[in-house]
Protein backbone atom coordinates (compact mmCIF):
# COMPACT_ATOMS: atom_id res chain seq x y z
CA UNK A 1 0.00 0.00 0.00
CA UNK A 2 2.97 2.34 0.36
CA UNK A 3 4.52 1.63 -2.47
CA UNK A 4 1.21 2.60 -4.35
CA UNK A 5 0.69 5.81 -2.38
CA UNK A 6 4.66 6.73 -3.48
CA UNK A 7 3.83 6.29 -6.74
CA UNK A 8 0.35 8.06 -7.09
CA UNK A 9 2.74 10.73 -5.38
CA UNK A 10 6.08 10.69 -7.35
CA UNK A 11 3.71 10.40 -10.78
CA UNK A 12 1.23 13.15 -9.90
CA UNK A 13 -0.99 9.81 -10.79
CA UNK A 14 -3.93 11.54 -8.50
CA UNK A 15 -4.44 14.14 -11.40
CA UNK A 16 -4.85 11.45 -14.10
CA UNK A 17 -7.33 9.66 -11.70
CA UNK A 18 -9.37 12.60 -11.50
CA UNK A 19 -9.09 13.34 -15.17
CA UNK A 20 -10.01 9.74 -16.04
CA UNK A 21 -13.17 9.75 -13.35
CA UNK A 22 -14.13 13.44 -15.08
CA UNK A 23 -13.88 11.73 -18.32
CA UNK A 24 -16.13 9.04 -17.61
CA UNK A 25 -18.64 11.60 -16.34
CA UNK A 26 -18.26 13.80 -19.52
CA UNK A 27 -19.23 10.83 -21.91
CA UNK A 28 -22.11 9.89 -20.06
CA UNK A 29 -23.44 12.99 -19.62
CA UNK A 30 -22.68 14.04 -23.28
CA UNK A 31 -24.93 10.38 -24.41
CA UNK A 32 -27.58 11.73 -22.09
CA UNK A 33 -27.38 15.31 -23.59
CA UNK A 34 -28.25 14.00 -27.16
CA UNK A 35 -30.80 11.81 -26.09
CA UNK A 36 -32.37 14.59 -24.20
CA UNK A 37 -31.51 17.71 -25.53
CA UNK A 38 -33.92 19.85 -23.56
CA UNK A 39 -32.90 18.42 -20.12
CA UNK A 40 -30.72 21.72 -18.88
CA UNK A 41 -29.10 19.81 -16.01
CA UNK A 42 -27.35 17.43 -17.96
CA UNK A 43 -25.78 20.34 -20.22
CA UNK A 44 -25.02 22.32 -17.51
CA UNK A 45 -23.21 19.28 -15.47
CA UNK A 46 -21.49 17.95 -19.04
CA UNK A 47 -20.15 21.45 -19.65
CA UNK A 48 -19.07 21.85 -15.82
CA UNK A 49 -16.94 18.19 -16.65
CA UNK A 50 -15.38 19.22 -19.25
CA UNK A 51 -14.30 22.86 -17.57
CA UNK A 52 -13.01 20.62 -14.93
CA UNK A 53 -10.96 18.93 -16.65
CA UNK A 54 -9.28 21.31 -18.19
CA UNK A 55 -8.97 22.80 -15.01
CA UNK A 56 -7.13 19.56 -13.64
CA UNK A 57 -4.57 19.23 -16.83
CA UNK A 58 -3.91 22.98 -16.23
CA UNK A 59 -2.84 22.32 -12.82
CA UNK A 60 -1.05 19.13 -13.93
CA UNK A 61 0.98 21.75 -16.26
CA UNK A 62 1.78 24.46 -14.14
CA UNK A 63 4.24 21.99 -11.98
CA UNK A 64 6.54 22.37 -14.37
CA UNK A 65 8.21 25.31 -14.65
CA UNK A 66 8.49 24.89 -18.47
CA UNK A 67 4.98 24.69 -19.30
CA UNK A 68 3.77 27.05 -16.53
CA UNK A 69 1.68 29.33 -19.09
CA UNK A 70 0.22 26.63 -20.89
CA UNK A 71 -0.94 25.47 -17.32
CA UNK A 72 -2.08 28.87 -16.56
CA UNK A 73 -4.30 28.92 -19.86
CA UNK A 74 -5.83 25.62 -19.55
CA UNK A 75 -6.91 26.85 -15.87
CA UNK A 76 -8.58 30.20 -17.57
CA UNK A 77 -9.81 27.88 -20.48
CA UNK A 78 -11.71 25.44 -17.92
CA UNK A 79 -13.21 28.20 -16.03
CA UNK A 80 -14.51 30.03 -19.50
CA UNK A 81 -16.46 26.42 -20.05
CA UNK A 82 -18.10 26.32 -16.83
CA UNK A 83 -19.11 30.06 -17.23
CA UNK A 84 -20.69 29.40 -20.43
CA UNK A 85 -22.48 26.45 -19.30
CA UNK A 86 -24.27 28.38 -16.88
CA UNK A 87 -24.90 30.80 -18.98
CA UNK A 88 -26.43 28.72 -21.58
CA UNK A 89 -28.11 26.72 -18.84
CA UNK A 90 -29.61 29.50 -16.55
Known amino acids: MDKLKKLIKD ?3 SYDIIN ?3 GMVLLIFLILVFRHPS ?3 FLFI ?4 GGLMNI ?3 L ?3 KDPKRKN ?3 SFIL ?3 IVILIGFLITV
Request: aromatic fraction near 16%; charged fraction near 10%; charge should be positive.
Open 11 to 13: FSL
Open 20 to 22: LLL
Open 39 to 41: NRL
Open 46 to 49: AFTS
Open 56 to 58: VNG
Open 60 to 62: KYK
Open 70 to 72: MGM
Open 77 to 79: FGM
